[in-house]
């Protein structure tokens, strides 16, 4: 049974193939993520509690509508982004299941995959405690995403 890395060399070796600099490489995933987890997930992170938190109704909606529309894509970029960093490791022939990193993106992928479920089923029926598990696990996913990015940094200074 061929492993993970055997799978994706015939996809890295293409992108190898069209002499894309080191830096760009080595640097691109984490600068391109670095905007999705602190620019993106942070607003997404904000509008959520802003919309739960704020007594003010035109807010409180203005924000949820904001959440709504924002977070699906920090989703798929977040998605995106994980086969671009796998790819990344591939590339350089690094070892992607070794790693830290590789395993805290995938609790945030799960996390936030839960949390989508949760909003697709609008709450289970608008179900207060749904909202809150929501929140929580949308809060959880952004705490392990600094985690992530420490992880991830400490990846690229070491290869």
């Given at each position: 049974?061929?492993?993970?890395t055997?799978?994706?060399?015939?996809?890295?070796?293409?992108?190898?193939?069209?002499?894309?600099?080191?830096?760009?490489?080595?640097?691109?995933?984490?600068?391109?993520?670095?905007?999705?987890?602190?620019v993106?997930?942070?607003?997404?992170?904000?509008?959520?509690?802003?919309?739960?938190?704020?007594?003010?109704k035109?807010?409180a909606?203005?924000?949820?509508?904001?959440?709504?529309?924002?977070?699906?894509?920090?989703?798929?970029?977040m998605?995106?982004?994980?086969?671009?960093?796998?790819l990344?490791?591939?590339?350089?022939?690094?070892?992607?299941?070794?790693?830290?990193h590789?395993?805290?993106?995938?609790?945030?992928?799960?996390?936030?995959?839960i949390?989508?479920?949760?909003?697709?089923?609008?709450?289970?029926?608008?179900r207060?405690?749904?909202?809150?598990?929501?929140?929580?696990?949308?809060?959880?996913?952004?705490?392990?995403m600094?985690?992530?990015?420490?992880?991830?940094?400490?990846?690229?200074?070491?290869?």
């Amino acid at each position: 049974m061929p492993n993970l890395t055997e799978i994706l060399e015939p996809i890295a070796a293409w992108f190898r193939s069209l002499g894309v600099p080191e830096p760009i490489v080595h640097w691109g995933h984490p600068a391109m993520m670095a905007i999705v987890i602190f620019v993106m997930a942070t607003f997404v992170g904000v509008t959520g509690w802003r919309s739960r938190l704020t007594e003010d109704k035109e807010v409180a909606v203005h924000s949820r509508n904001s959440h709504r529309k924002l977070a699906p894509w920090m989703f798929l970029f977040m998605m995106l982004g994980s086969l671009g960093g796998v790819l990344s490791l591939v590339m350089q022939h690094k070892p992607i299941l070794e790693s830290s990193h590789f395993w805290t993106g995938s609790i945030v992928l799960i996390l936030l995959a839960i949390n989508a479920t949760i909003s697709l089923t609008k709450f289970g029926g608008n179900r207060s405690g749904l909202r809150a598990l929501h929140a929580y696990l949308g809060s959880t996913a952004l705490c392990v995403m600094l985690l992530h990015a420490v992880f991830g940094f400490r990846l690229g200074i070491s290869i």
